[in-house]
Every structure is written in structure tokens, then in C-alpha cells.
């Protein structure tokens, strides 16, 4: 059975730090993208950061600068560090596995509140 287990989450002052991980269990096959997406109160899921096999990260404009996304696939472990938080980056945050035969797996997902 596949299980992401994400942890991490909490909540912080405008300004602080966390670090998110989503570690993957029963996967055998290659994982290719490894994204983190976010759900805040009253708004549609989007897309935050990804990483692909080959390292490439990407990130939505409103976290540049901020936050950095990596990876350690030994441990099939996605990471996201978020700095200088933002109340607005006050979310439940996903994580999602893209695997090499196109499945696609999720993270419950961890609530991440900003805020003085």
C-alpha cells in the first residue's frame, strides 16, 4: 500500500520558518515529479513548488526567494524549506508524487498557519 506521510506543518509568526517532509512508503517504481501544492481557507488548491528527476525546480511567483524545494530520493523524501512566511502562505499544504508509470499519489496533507 502507498502512503505519503507528510509532517512538519504548525503554526508560526509572520517572519518565521518551517520545513515541511513528505516521505513515500510501498512505492517501487521511479518517482519523476515531486510537487507541493497548497489549499488555503476559502481558495482553490494551487500549485507551489516541483522538483523533477533531473533536479529542475519551479516555483509559483508568490514564493520565489522564499522558499526551495528538494529532494532525496534514496529516501524517496520531498522537502520544502519556507522562510520569511507570509500570513498568506497560511494553508493546509499536499504533496504528490508523480510516478514513471503515470500514477499519481497524495499527501493528507499538513496545515500550515501563519500568523502573530
Known amino acids: 500500500q502507498v502512503q505519503l506521510a507528510e509532517s512538519g506543518g504548525g503554526l508560526v509568526q509572520p517572519g518565521g520558518s518551517l520545513r515541511l517532509s513528505c516521505a513515500a512508503s510501498g512505492i517501487t517504481w521511479t518517482i519523476n515529479a515531486m510537487r507541493w501544492y497548497r489549499q488555503g481557507p476559502g481558495k482553490e488548491r494551487e500549485l507551489v513548488a516541483g522538483?523533477?528527476?533531473?533536479?529542475?525546480?519551479d516555483y509559483v511567483d508568490s514564493v520565489k526567494g522564499r522558499f526551495t524545494i528538494s529532494r532525496d530520493n534514496d529516501k524517496k523524501t520531498l522537502y520544502l524549506q519556507m522562510n520569511d512566511l507570509k500570513p498568506e502562505d497560511t494553508a493546509v499544504y499536499f504533496c504528490?508524487?508523480?510516478?514513471?508509470?503515470?500514477?499519481?499519489?497524495w499527501g493528507q496533507g499538513t496545515q500550515v498557519t501563519v500568523s502573530s
Open positions: 522538483i523533477g528527476s533531473n533536479g529542475y525546480k
Open positions: 504528490n508524487f508523480i510516478t514513471s508509470t503515470h500514477y499519481s499519489y
